[in-house]
């Protein structure tokens, strides 16, 4: 009883308010003010943020699928995605890497090259600034590529040494000639005297987005008013951590994030979601082919059998739903340096011609594969050997034991997808005396080639020479070329302005991620 009399009070004063209060007191104007207030916040929580819209239109959420938070802009070279993304949207580099092989200045203004490719002098662009509003000149770029040098040495940046010619102008010298000069040089461009190694609560770039924060499951960044192509259109931009792919889809389709990047292996069905586009293209550098052992499956009527019984169209119809381009030689298709020469062998589907290589031999392979690739994947090439009679044993291994298999040499093939650099041609995957020669390839003439091809400038010059060397792996068979991997990036149809036409890596999505906006 004695709660309900309260109750009533506060139902009688509210009742007769203001006329309880002095009259024209400005006490219940404020009163009145605030229970509005109250009820707006009430409101807005209610209809906005359930709606899983964490801060409003000006935001836009990707998913992306990784292990950990942990983030350190100098571990660019890591197999973190996480990582790449973040650098991505923060940091500038000098230049931009089309897919087609053609370079874009971004610091960079324009640039020159000289003494038989041995020095590359840079100008600057005078208004291109750091997120704390100063110009970057010749000293920010000539002390952040010795920052890397020295804590970061790889071989590749013990060739190359700088040196600042003028405010907006610096020159690199290379002791040796190197045809991924451009690619070699993509170090994050920080202001003078920064050290973000230990520190990652301020960092500052030139890029379209600065970092606000990191927590267990994401990384918000705040767009950078001055960047110097235009203010991008979304103010906040959130990574979100998910634990797998499968919830990154979910996610989009129920509205709760925007878009999200997927490798070509996750089977992706969006057609009754006519909210949502799907985004594909083919990258040059990614791919999936099964390795022979040349020194245990040493028949090439075996391997050329092998071959020809495998139909790539229902691979990437039926089993990967056209998420992955054909691919029938040692150079993707997508790629630059790929040639159309009539000369080049493509190993087209044809079972008869595998049952005429084989004569009626029985023969067995047995096969490690990375166990990321698609089982159905793995399945059809099972059965398609079969059908021309030979029995395969096909074992899964994941990445770090799939190279320690490769490292002892103890295997008939290896089905693994490899992802090279720029240069798709990958000199490491065929050279004689790399380690990386899942093949143990050692040819004479295709050694030469390469060399030749990782010394040549000229891109008309680099083509030619790679048409050679396709041609002469094409004649040996060391791996059956099966697809390119398509980059798939899934997004809300009301999103605008999203184009990833010159991409040769998914980090390289946020490039022109300033033209994002909500349409």
């Known amino acids: 009883m004695v709660g309900e009399k309260k109750i009533f009070k506060i139902r009688d004063y509210m009742w007769d308010y203001p006329d309880n209060i002095k009259k ?176 990652t609560s301020n960092i500052i770039g030139s890029g379209e987005y600065r970092l606000s924060y990191l927590t267990s499951n994401e990384a918000q960044l705040k767009r950078f008013n001055s960047y110097y192509l235009g203010e991008p259109h979304f103010k906040y931009f959130v990574i979100k951590i998910f634990k797998n792919y499968n919830d990154v889809l979910n996610a989009i389709k129920e509205d709760k994030i925007d ?13 009754q979601y006519p909210n949502l586009i799907m985004y594909q293209k083919p990258l040059g550098n990614y791919y999936t082919a099964i390795f022979f052992n040349l020194n245990k499956v040493t028949n090439l009527n075996f391997r050329n059998a092998l071959s020809y019984a495998i139909s790539r169209t229902y691979l990437i119809s039926s089993i990967l739903k056209d998420t992955a381009t054909q691919m029938y030689t040692s150079i993707p298709q997508s790629s630059w340096e790929y040639s159309t020469s009539s000369s080049i062998n493509h190993y087209r589907f044809n079972p008869k011609k595998s049952a005429n290589l084989l004569k009626g031999n029985q023969y067995s392979i047995q096969v490690y594969y990375l166990n990321s690739i698609s089982s159905q994947v793995v399945n059809d090439i099972k059965k398609s050997w079969s059908n021309i009679g030979v029995s395969s044993d096909f074992i899964p291994e994941n990445n770090s034991q799939l190279q320690y298999i490769i490292s002892k040499g103890n295997y008939d093939a290896v089905l693994t997808s490899i992802k090279s650099n720029i240069n798709s041609s990958n000199i490491s995957l065929w050279y004689s005396k790399s380690t990386s020669n899942i093949s143990k390839l050692s040819n004479s003439q295709i050694d030469q080639l390469l060399l030749v091809g990782i010394s040549t400038i000229n891109q008309k010059d680099r083509k030619e020479t790679y048409a050679l060397f396709q041609k002469d792996i094409q004649n040996i068979d060391p791996a059956i070329f099966l697809y390119s991997n398509n980059f798939l990036y899934i997004a809300n149809s009301n999103i605008k302005g999203i184009n990833f036409s010159n991409i040769s890596y998914p980090h390289q999505r946020f490039y022109f991620v300033y033209n994002w906006y909500i349409g």
Do not use: C, M
Not at 259 to 271: E, Q, V
């Open 24 to 199: 024209y007191s400005p006490l219940s104007y404020i009163i009145l003010s605030i229970l509005i207030l109250l009820l707006l916040v009430i409101l807005f929580f209610k209809y906005n943020f359930i709606k899983l819209q964490p801060f409003s239109n000006d935001t836009y959420i990707e998913g992306v699928v990784s292990n950990s938070t942990y983030y350190n802009p100098y571990s660019n070279n890591s197999n973190s995605t996480f990582v790449k993304d973040i650098n991505a949207l923060i940091f500038s580099h000098l230049v931009y890497i089309r897919s087609n092989g053609t370079i874009q200045g971004v610091v960079a203004k324009s640039w020159s090259i000289e003494d038989n490719s041995t020095k590359y002098v840079f100008t600057l662009r005078k208004n291109f600034k750091f997120q704390n509003g100063v110009n970057i000149d010749a000293n920010d770029v000539y002390y952040s590529f010795n920052f890397s040098k020295k804590f970061f040495p790889t071989t590749i940046l013990s060739n190359i040494s700088a040196q600042v010619i003028s405010k907006y102008k610096i020159e690199f010298l290379v002791k040796n000639l190197d045809v991924n000069f451009f690619q070699d040089i993509n170090f994050n461009i920080v202001p003078q005297g920064s050290n973000y190694i230990n520190n």
């Open 259 to 271: 878009g999200g990047y997927f490798p070509s292996y996750i089977n992706i069905n969006i057609s």
